[in-house]
């Protein structure tokens, strides 16, 4: 009910929309650039930032609120749109920023106000990161949103750790090179780093002896540290020295019960919010913070460091020797294991699930090239030639999908390359490895727009609906809510086509719109793997934004999008946030 009258709101604003001309002010201005720039001890190269630095600016903002922010796309040669990860923008959807399914990209030299409307209810850890090719290796940075009202747990600060990678040459030689038949780029990322810093062993003998980041902290204390996994291509184990207590507290924007582990492991896109109580008596100024790269490539590790002493300008650097020794990946990771801190009357159980979508992963190898299908289709930038819910609009051809056609292949319409689903069913979408012909398998951090799912856990082999449930209720509570989750390969290899680790998801169907689902590591998604899920049926999405509005959005740099010569129009200036819960 509260959505439905959020929805109802969100239009009778939208006929008062009035141009963001000189009187306006927004909330936030990000301007995004191209520079040279040196990353750790990666060469200077060309990299894309955010307000001159990578990671970006952090973002902080209460729950409840509507915030305009303003992107500048002041690259010359390349197109932009930001990604709010994690938040679910269902009374914005031409803001999700998704290139191939909600916006046209932003051109080059022009900048876009995306509106931002997070429901009480949301507050959390999310951040932004471009949706552009491999931009948001760089393009990147951190956005919290805060609680209205005191937060369940008691704590005397914050810190945040952001990952990120880095590669060794340019986006467009790796993406050209990724994209060639055969593919002729197979590197591995070169660094892995801290708010932005990072040293230690990058593979074999090369030793990077670069300045960390530093964490000042207090003894006594208790902070939250929010970990936000900003890596596009590399797992993560992270672990502190001396500190062998991470209390869980929150998942990707959601509460949970308290859950302590003496380590995390951070999939591409996932977020985390520990306490972290710090020693009451340190033996030592400083300890470090340990990342270890997994999965891909050869072992990477980087450091931060946890100062206890008194703030200073002096460098830090890496250790000669790692001080602590991190656990194996467990496939399982956390499984089973996190309960949501509040209670979740609204969980549909088994008996409530109206149907199943599969979705399949496969590794096409063709002449040398190398595709992602999902169900034997694939999805990039480039297919569809416009994005998807500008088609729909525009009546372009590109049909509405079919739900009968969408039963008879796993939940995808063929025609529409679209997963649909009617508002209010209950879905449970599993996701399913399979071995490439190469036999190979790999992990995949899965990662669903428009909405958060009940994680229902994961599993080795084939995903069997009635097991599964074996284990929950076995268990106390109720799953967590997320919105990515990693699709562990559990085995290295198997045979082509077979099928070898799942992960599975329920969704009740309430936000209706256009949002994409895919693999959250860059170079999968460059090959193809994403889809397009389709909530609601066309009255449910069109009817969102009315005309003229919509106009501006509908054409490559349309009216919605300013310049220099002139200021976007059709853009919602005031918003009713009295009645906005989740």
């Keep these: 009910m509260k959505l439905l009258l959020l929805l109802a709101s ?47 600016p952090s973002i902080r903002f209460p729950e409840g609120q509507r915030v305009w922010i303003r992107v500048y796309n002041d690259m010359r040669h390349e197109n932009l749109t930001m990604h709010w990860h ?19 990209p932003i051109p080059p030299l022009n900048y876009f106000d995306y509106a931002l409307y997070v429901p009480i209810g949301m507050a959390g850890t999310y951040f932004y990161h471009s949706h552009v090719g491999l931009q948001a290796l760089s393009c990147t940075g951190p956005l919290i949103v805060e609680d209205a009202y005191d937060p369940p747990f008691e704590y005397d600060g914050e810190k945040i750790l952001f990952t990120q990678d880095v590669m060794p040459d340019t986006n467009d030689v790796i993406e050209a090179g990724q994209l060639s038949i055969p593919v002729t780029y197979f590197k591995h990322i070169s660094s892995v780093l801290i708010n932005g810093k990072g040293g230690g062993p990058r593979g074999g003998d090369t030793f990077c ?35 062998d207590v991470l209390t869980i507290i929150e998942v990707d924007g959601s509460y ?95 008996e409530s699930v109206t149907r199943r979508i599969n979705i ?54 063929p025609e529409a390359r679209a997963f649909p689903m009617d508002l209010g069913e209950v879905v449970e979408i599993v996701i399913q490895n399979s071995g490439s012909a190469r036999g190979k398998l790999e992990s995949h951090p899965w990662h669903i727009h428009g909405a958060h799912v009940y994680d229902m856990g994961s599993g080795d082999g084939v995903y069997d609906m009635a097991a599964n449930e074996k284990k929950w209720a076995n268990a ?11 699709v562990s390969k559990y085995g290295a290899v198997a045979k082509e086509n ?67 010569t002139h200021y976007p129009s059709g853009l919602v200036d005031s918003f009713n946030t009295t009645e906005w819960e989740e």
């Design 10 to 56: 969100s239009l009778l604003a939208l006929v008062n929309a009035a141009p963001h001309d000189a009187s306006f002010t927004p909330d936030v201005t990000l301007h995004v650039t191209a520079e040279q720039t040196k990353q750790s001890c990666n060469d200077i190269k060309e990299v894309v930032l955010v307000n001159g630095t990578s990671p970006g």
């Design 86 to 104: 994690g938040l679910t923008l269902a009374t914005a959807p031409f803001s999700d920023g998704t290139p191939a399914a909600s916006q046209w």
């Design 209 to 243: 002896n670069d300045t960390l980041s530093v964490i000042n902290v207090e003894p006594g204390k208790t902070y939250r540290l929010r970990v936000i996994g900003g890596n596009g291509v590399s797992f993560d184990t992270i672990g502190i020295e001396g500190h």
């Design 256 to 350: 949970t019960e308290p859950y302590n582990t003496s380590f995390l492991q951070v999939g591409a896109g996932q977020r985390y919010s520990v306490l972290l109580k710090t020693l009451t008596n340190p033996e030592k100024q400083f300890y470090y913070v340990q990342l270890e790269t997994r999965e891909f490539g050869p072992l990477i590790q980087t450091y931060a460091i946890l100062n206890y002493g008194p703030r200073t300008t002096n460098p830090f650097y890496p250790p000669a020797k790692a001080p602590i020794t991190l656990p194996p990946t467990d496939p399982a990771f956390l499984d089973y294991k996190l309960r949501p801190y509040y209670n979740a009357p609204g969980f549909p159980t088994a």
């Design 360 to 413: 399949t992963l496969y590794l096409e190898v063709n002449n040398g090239g190398l595709t992602y299908l999902i169900n034997g289709y694939t999805w990039n930038e480039t297919v569809p030639k416009e994005p998807y819910l500008v088609s729909q609009y525009k009546n372009d051809g590109v049909g509405w999908p079919s739900m009968e056609r969408a039963l008879q292949h796993d939940g995808l319409d």
């Design 476 to 486: 106390t509570g109720k799953p967590i809510l997320r919105d990515t989750s990693v």
């Design 498 to 564: 077979e099928l070898s680790g799942w992960r599975t998801w329920r969704l009740r169907v309430t936000q209706p719109g256009v949002w994409m689902v895919h693999c959250h590591l860059l170079p999968h998604m460059v090959w193809g793997m994403q889809a397009v899920l389709v909530m609601g049926n066309a009255s449910d999405v069109l009817s969102l934004v009315p005309r003229p509005q919509l106009d501006g959005f509908l054409e490559y740099g349309g009216s919605a999008y300013g310049n220099a």
